[in-house]
């Protein structure tokens, strides 16, 4: 499967925590407007991976990275980028809610804010828009006042797609985005991202396959820091070319 | 990557074709990832950091000028007076060595023994006191007390600590003072252990402290590991944890024994001030501190006592910074050993 | 034939007597921990009977009189009030001059500088610092703020001896930088309980980082910030060494108040280069060196009354402060 025109290019990234390797010459083509999951095992890099395509790896002492990773044409690793920047178009959802203790409001806006936008209309409507997006407008509609931690666990997190959306990212990472939830609440979630990806290229990282095969277009198979496989989901799920991919996908180990 | 379909997907496809639309044919598209950090915003970003870095630096700052001022007044201690002069001086009839702390005679004498001698019989029996009840209140806010008595007495303990050392010394003169005179009959009214006690009621909350953050830290595992070998709750305590939590209580001893040292209100007030080479438990004693404390005002400045007095200052403040940076060292052993 | 097996039963009268024998009473342990007991509960009766004897000896000289007239008649008669001044005076100085400073301070250790010897260095010298003897810090003041600051700023702006005595502002410096720990470990406090996680929201919205500090993590480090600042106010009121000599004074005629003159009007602001009275100065001298000490004897109760009062009151407010700060932490 070759992809043309991907949004996000990675070409031999690897990644080292001081001495030892964590991510093994990864080369991975993201298409724009689609879902692609990240499935493997505890601790294969998923997650580490994941981090690379918006820098947050950075904030991490000692690590070093080498490879590219090329969004829209520019190379995100290039010296002097605005890694401020690049992370207001490449936006992230963690995998436990980490709402500020502030309202609800205050919290969607937190990104406009810094951006220098101070005008309440223009908040008000962003809020507006983005809470219509992540699913949520009608259930906090009448309490964006309130403290954003008074919202249960599923809510927290739509909350928080909302406040990544406010700052209009054409990308979003989501990091085992409901793994904290009850099944209702994923459910809503995984139809969100069903909405969302008509006008985001979405990269979800999950433990759980079944959520992979429900939810995304494109799956990647990581194992003990090693891209294995990558491709369309119908085909991994299905078919896997590789025996590792089998294995783990038949549950032979996890 | 690794697959074998060969299927083209263009992700073009995909996306809707805003951005070629919205742009004029001739202008070149100019990625929004291609944005560098501005000049600007480096530099301010840098300035701010510079800024706290300063700030981070104040502590070691006033430790180094505490050390450089204190040395540069007491300089001329080393000049006018001379080291041996501050333990004795040579009688010049008899010949025998004179231990006296006298810098208002004609003949001045600027030995440091009497003092040293009466700081650490105020200091010493202070700290032993306070071992007993500051161990036993850890112990007890650790290891017995439950939730919400917990969450009473152990502020109870810190309230304690808040009290005004003056305040200390006023009750031990006017209180203390008379209850023991009339209870033990001493040599003076104030004496050493008046002071003593005193003192003990500024450490002890210092040892019950540290010794509660010790003990607690223990993980629980360790205790249900007792119990579950069949031991009482005194056998857990005494056997498991009060042994993995030595270094926590000794850094609390060091730093007590080195308050005892320091304190200065409470031994000015309770103590007698009398420098005496004789000290004993129940007679007036000096101690270093005091010294300080009641000549400073009367010296004239860059006299031969002034000196002196900052010479003091300066034992003073070397002996509590070793003893605080061995307590240092040995809360970071422990804290080293508590990280799994 | 076959032996009889051995049966094991869970029966009390188990010969071999192991599985259900009742414990025999312990009683070291239980002597041990009732001498813990007991001394824990003596050392609280020792807090409240101090605290007891002091309220009893001071109520009867309390009074709004007492709070704001000056001592008369050879310090037997009166009140306290400019001494409540001189401390309060000095007290506020220190706060501002420590508080921007230890917060600083915390958080370049906290937010900005990699662990390491750099960190440690800074950590040992707070300690350390947090462990001098407070007449150190009394001599320290007069050979570093008074003999060198002080002198210094008087040659540089040629004023005569103005600053380079015992003055109102050295007493608040030297005593800013005592409580200069007090101040930083309790923001390292409030600093380090924001979670990690709620930095990372931050960035991952592309905010900077001292974006993130000022919008996302002092916010919620406030209200540890502010125990800290209560407990550096009261353990600098209740601090006597370090400014025995450095503009206390047992009785002064004036409060150190002088007056600028903007022409139609004075405004009344506090001298920094003035000497002061201070209520703990003024209880040791008056239970030392009062010429009558049965007849002062009053005065001295009411005085450590309203110390007391004043350290108590402020150590109390910052407990409540920091308990419910952590019980909302907890929730979280």
Redesign the interface.
Same mark, same amino acid.
């Given at each position: 499967m070759v992809i043309k025109n991907p949004k996000i290019n990675v070409s031999a990234l690897s990644l080292y925590y001081d001495s030892k390797q964590a991510l093994k010459n990864i080369s991975i083509d993201i298409p724009s407007n689609r879902v692609t999951a990240f499935i493997g095992p505890s601790g294969c890099g998923k997650s580490t991976f994941l981090r690379t395509l918006n820098r947050m790896n950075d904030l991490i002492d000692g690590v070093r990275i080498t490879g590219d990773v090329i969004i829209d044409g520019v190379n995100i690793y290039e010296k002097n980028l605005d890694v401020v920047n690049l992370r207001k178009r490449v936006g992230m959802v963690f995998q436990k809610s980490n709402l500020f203790p502030k309202s609800i409001y205050e919290n969607i806006v937190f990104g406009s804010r810094i951006n220098g936008i101070r005008d309440k209309k223009k908040l008000d409507e962003i809020v507006e828009r983005t809470c219509n997006q992540a699913a949520i407008w009608e259930e906090v509609k009448d309490r964006l006042n309130e403290n954003a931690l008074s919202l249960s666990g599923g809510q927290q997190q739509r909350l928080c797609i909302a406040r990544a959306l406010a700052i209009e990212p054409d990308i979003i990472l989501m990091d085992e985005p409901a793994s904290a939830l009850d099944p209702i609440s994923t459910a809503k979630i995984e139809e969100l991202i069903f909405d969302l990806k008509k006008n985001y290229t979405i990269v979800i990282v999950t433990h759980n396959m079944q959520q992979a095969a429900r939810v995304s277009d494109f799956t990647a198979f990581f194992y003990i820091g090693e891209l294995i496989e990558y491709d369309k989901t119908s085909k991994i799920f299905t078919k896997p070319s590789i025996k590792k991919t089998e294995d783990y996908i038949t549950g032979r180990f996890g | 990557?690794?697959?074998?379909?060969?299927? #083209? #997907?263009?992700?073009?496809e995909?996306?809707e074709a805003e951005r070629s639309e919205n742009k004029p044919a001739d202008q070149k598209y100019t990625?929004?990832?291609?944005?560098?950090?501005?000049k600007r915003?480096r530099i301010k970003?840098k300035i701010?950091?510079y800024?706290?870095?300063l700030?981070?630096?104040?502590?070691?700052v006033?430790?180094l000028?505490?050390f450089i001022?204190?040395f540069?007044?007491a300089w001329g201690a080393f000049n006018h007076i001379g080291l041996v002069d501050f333990l004795y001086q040579e009688s010049s009839q008899t010949g025998n060595k004179i231990y006296e702390w006298y810098p208002t005679s004609e003949n001045a004498r600027y030995s440091l023994i009497p003092l040293i001698l009466g700081t650490l019989i105020t200091a010493i029996p202070a700290t032993l006191i306070s071992t007993?009840?500051g161990i036993?209140?850890g112990?007890?806010?650790s290891e017995?007390a439950e939730g919400k008595m917990r969450?009473f007495?152990k502020?109870?303990?810190?309230?304690?600590a808040?009290?005004?050392?003056?305040?200390?010394?006023?009750?031990m003169?006017?209180?203390g003072a008379t209850f023991f005179q009339d209870l033990l009959n001493p040599a003076n009214r104030l004496n050493a252990f008046l002071a003593a006690l005193g003192l003990s009621?500024v450490i002890?909350p210092i040892i019950a402290s540290l010794t509660e953050d010790a003990l607690h830290s223990i993980p629980n595992e360790m205790r249900m590991a007792a119990y579950g070998l069949?031991a009482?709750?005194?056998?857990t305590i005494?056997r498991v944890i009060l042994p993995a939590a030595i270094s926590g209580v000794s850094a609390g001893i060091i730093?007590g024994f080195?308050?005892a040292?320091?304190?200065?209100?409470i031994v000015?007030?309770a103590s007698g001030n009398a420098a005496n080479l004789f000290v004993e438990l129940f007679r007036s004693v000096r101690t270093m501190?005091a010294t300080?404390?009641a000549e400073?005002?009367e010296v004239s400045h860059h006299s031969d006592h002034y000196y002196a007095?900052?010479f003091i200052?300066v034992v003073?403040?070397t002996i509590?910074?070793i003893?605080?940076?061995f307590a240092?060292i040995i809360i970071n052993k422990m804290r080293k050993k508590i990280k799994f | 034939m076959e032996e009889n097996p051995k049966i094991y039963s869970l029966n009390s009268r188990a010969p071999s007597g192991t599985l259900l024998k009742k414990s025999k009473f312990d009683l070291g342990g239980f002597l041990a921990l009732s001498v813990v007991r007991i001394l824990f509960f003596f050392l609280l009766f020792l807090l409240f009977f101090v605290l007891a004897k002091i309220i009893y000896g001071g109520l009867g000289v309390l009074s709004l009189d007492f709070l704001i007239s000056a001592p008369t008649n050879n310090m037997t008669e009166g009140g306290i009030g400019p001494a409540i001044f001189g401390t309060l005076a000095v007290t506020i100085i220190m706060i501002v001059i420590a508080v921007p400073v230890g917060v600083f301070s915390a958080i370049y250790l906290n937010e900005y500088a990699k662990p390491g010897v750099v960190t440690r260095i800074i950590r040992a010298s707070v300690n350390n610092l947090a462990g001098v003897p407070s007449i150190v810090f009394g001599l320290f003041g007069l050979g570093f703020f008074v003999l060198f600051v002080g002198k210094g700023i008087d040659e540089l702006l040629q004023t005569g001896l103005y600053l380079g005595q015992p003055a109102l502002l050295w007493a608040s410096a030297t005593l800013a930088v005592l409580v200069l720990p007090i101040v930083i470990v309790s923001t390292l406090e409030a600093l380090n309980s924001v979670p990690e996680s709620h930095r990372n929201a931050s960035y991952g919205l592309g905010a900077t980082q001292w974006q993130t500090i000022k919008n996302v993590v002092l916010p919620q480090a406030k209200p540890g910030i502010l125990t800290g600042m209560i407990l550096a106010i009261s353990r600098g009121a209740g601090e006597t060494a370090p400014i025995l000599f450095l503009g206390c004074a047992f009785f002064l005629p004036n409060l150190p108040v002088t007056y600028i003159d903007l022409g139609l009007f004075y405004i009344p602001m506090v001298n920094p280069a003035d000497q002061f009275m201070y209520l703990a100065y003024h209880i040791f001298i008056l239970s030392t060196q009062s010429a009558n000490p049965t007849l002062t004897q009053p005065i001295q109760y009411g005085t450590t009354f309203v110390l007391i009062a004043l350290t108590l009151l402020l150590n109390l407010t910052a407990i409540i402060f920091r308990y419910r700060f952590r019980k909302t932490l907890g929730k979280i």
């Open positions: - | 990557m690794k697959s074998t379909e060969n299927q #083209i #997907i263009d992700s073009l995909n996306t990625s929004p990832y291609a944005k560098r950090i501005s915003t970003e701010i950091k800024f706290f870095a700030h981070g630096f104040t502590a070691v006033f430790i000028l505490i001022f204190l540069k007044e007993i009840f036993a209140a112990i007890y806010l017995i969450e007495l502020p109870a303990i810190e309230l304690f808040g009290i005004p050392t003056v305040v200390l010394g006023f009750f003169l006017v209180v009621l002890i069949g009482t709750k005194w056998q005494r730093l080195g308050r040292i320091g304190e200065t209100m000015l007030m501190t300080i404390a400073m005002g007095l900052f200052g003073l403040f509590t910074f003893l605080n940076l240092e | -």
